[in-house]
């Protein structure tokens, strides 16, 4: 008489279609590695990259735990991750899987090609360098602020109209001017070179110049607020940036927008028109202390939390305590229903007035 198999239990099941799922994964990834066993202890094949093919052979344990795992390379691929060894290693001993190994492994040594690549890559002929020095000395020296030993990476500046200094970085191909170079900008918008095989730095400073001045307007805007208010965010504004959050002081500023939105005047400046609707002055870091501002969220008593500053301020007249928006969210999760409904009671007594509304953030846009 045949006894019946026992079931295989839930849990057994879910562990086979998990392996059977990585298993496909890792053909999906790597179709030139294959198991060479039934077991499944023995891979063999080849990783790909950059276009190149690459022999290798993994033996796993009988548990295919890959911290004990050996890593077998032909000579060629042996060679490139040299100096990767220690890196290789540890990711083998951290992976959790055969699959996650040789993701960890391709990346490792595609870093490892690029490294190579740039340690053989030919350098640039004599006409190079002499073209170089040329045109730096036509475009003038003064406006020369860096070049690396080999003049693939130079900077250049340049003042705007308001005496405002850039920097424009240019990252020069072997094969330059025939390829045009790299160009990297503070900008608030993007910016593109004009190239051609007869361009030269001279174009390239004249169209920088030429965005410098079209983007004038917008940096001035910005610099009033800079140097005319409190600005929370960022601590350190770039020129690329485009949002400031400044201090105010807390009133009905919802109310009186929509009262003096007929006061906004194009011929005035951003921070003018603001003051003439909102019908306030803002203060400025010179004139005011820090202490003289509750800026600390009043549940925490931090100021940042987890990068976010506090953007929620009580609406209570004697009040204005500022909040981070999740610790009022844990706050009120946190109390029992019958503080919830209270409506009156500053946020120095408890910190949920249900009275809260956004603090004032000014976004600019170029």
């Given at each position: 008489?045949?006894?019946?198999?026992p079931?295989?239990?839930?849990?057994?099941?879910?562990?086979r279609?998990?392996?059977?799922?990585?298993?496909?994964?890792?053909?999906?990834q790597?179709?030139?590695?294959?198991?060479?066993?039934r077991?499944?202890?023995?891979?063999?094949?080849?990783?790909?990259?950059?276009?190149?093919d690459?022999?290798?052979?993994?033996?796993?344990?009988?548990?295919?735990?890959?911290?004990?795992?050996?890593?077998?390379?032909?000579?060629?691929?042996?060679?490139?991750l040299?100096?990767?060894?220690?890196?290789?290693?540890?990711?083998m001993?951290?992976s959790?899987?055969?699959?996650?190994?040789?993701?960890e492994?391709?990346?490792?040594?595609?870093?490892?090609?690029?490294?190579?690549?740039?340690?053989?890559?030919?350098?640039?002929?004599?006409q190079?360098y002499?073209?170089?020095?040329e045109?730096?000395g036509?475009?003038?020296w003064?406006?020369?602020?860096?070049?690396?030993?080999?003049?693939?990476?130079?900077?250049l500046?340049?003042?705007?109209?308001?005496?405002?200094e850039?920097?424009?970085?240019l990252k020069?191909?072997a094969?330059?001017?025939?390829?045009?170079?790299?160009?990297?900008?503070?900008?608030p918008?993007?910016?593109s070179v004009?190239?051609t095989?007869?361009s030269?730095?001279?174009?390239?400073?004249?169209?920088?110049?030429?965005?410098?001045?079209?983007?004038?307007?917008?940096?001035?805007?910005?610099?009033?607020?800079?140097?005319k208010t409190?600005?929370?965010e960022?601590?350190?504004?770039?020129?690329?940036?485009?949002a400031?959050?400044?201090a105010?002081?807390?009133?009905?500023?919802g109310?009186k927008?929509?009262?003096?939105?007929?006061?906004?005047?194009?011929?005035?400046?951003?921070?003018?028109?603001?003051k003439d609707?909102?019908?306030i002055?803002?203060p400025?870091?010179?004139i005011l202390e820090?202490?003289?501002?509750?800026?600390?969220?009043?549940i925490?008593?931090?100021?940042?939390?987890d990068g976010a500053?506090p953007?929620?301020?009580?609406?209570?007249s004697?009040?204005?305590?500022?909040f981070?928006q999740?610790c009022?969210?844990?706050?009120?999760?946190i109390?029992?229903?019958?503080?919830?409904i209270?409506?009156e009671?500053?946020?120095?007594?408890?910190?949920?007035?249900g009275?809260?509304?956004?603090?004032?953030?000014?976004?600019l846009?170029?």
């Amino acid at each position: 008489m045949c006894s019946a198999r026992p079931p295989t239990s839930p849990l057994r099941r879910r562990g086979r279609r998990a392996m059977e799922a990585a298993e496909a994964s890792l053909l999906r990834q790597f179709p030139l590695l294959l198991p060479q066993n039934r077991a499944k202890t023995v891979y063999e094949g080849f990783i790909t990259a950059q276009g190149r093919d690459f022999h290798l052979k993994i033996l796993l344990p009988e548990d295919l735990q890959l911290k004990n795992a050996r890593l077998l390379c032909s000579w060629k691929l042996r060679t490139i991750l040299c100096g990767y060894h220690q890196i290789i290693q540890q990711r083998m001993k951290h992976s959790p899987d055969l699959m996650s190994f040789m993701m960890e492994l391709k990346m490792v040594l595609e870093v490892a090609l690029k490294n190579k690549q740039e340690i053989h890559a030919l350098p640039p002929p004599p006409q190079f360098y002499s073209s170089l020095i040329e045109e730096i000395g036509i475009l003038g020296w003064d406006n020369l602020v860096y070049a690396d030993s080999c003049f693939s990476t130079i900077k250049l500046k340049a003042e705007d109209a308001s005496g405002r200094e850039h920097l424009i970085t240019l990252k020069l191909k072997a094969k330059y001017p025939v390829e045009s170079p790299d160009c990297f900008v503070d900008f608030p918008v993007s910016f593109s070179v004009s190239w051609t095989p007869q361009s030269s730095l001279i174009s390239i400073h004249s169209q920088f110049l030429a965005a410098l001045e079209s983007l004038k307007t917008f940096w001035d805007v910005m610099d009033e607020i800079d140097e005319k208010t409190w600005v929370l965010e960022p601590e350190k504004p770039t020129r690329s940036a485009t949002a400031r959050r400044i201090a105010v002081v807390v009133k009905p500023l919802g109310i009186k927008l929509s009262r003096n939105i007929h006061l906004w005047d194009p011929e005035n400046t951003l921070l003018q028109n603001l003051k003439d609707v909102l019908e306030i002055d803002f203060p400025a870091r010179a004139i005011l202390e820090k202490s003289d501002f509750s800026m600390d969220c009043g549940i925490c008593y931090a100021y940042q939390l987890d990068g976010a500053i506090p953007d929620q301020v009580c609406d209570y007249s004697q009040c204005g305590q500022p909040f981070h928006q999740i610790c009022l969210y844990e706050k009120q999760n946190i109390l029992p229903p019958r503080h919830k409904i209270k409506k009156e009671v500053c946020c120095s007594h408890l910190k949920n007035t249900g009275q809260i509304r956004p603090k004032v953030t000014v976004a600019l846009r170029s």
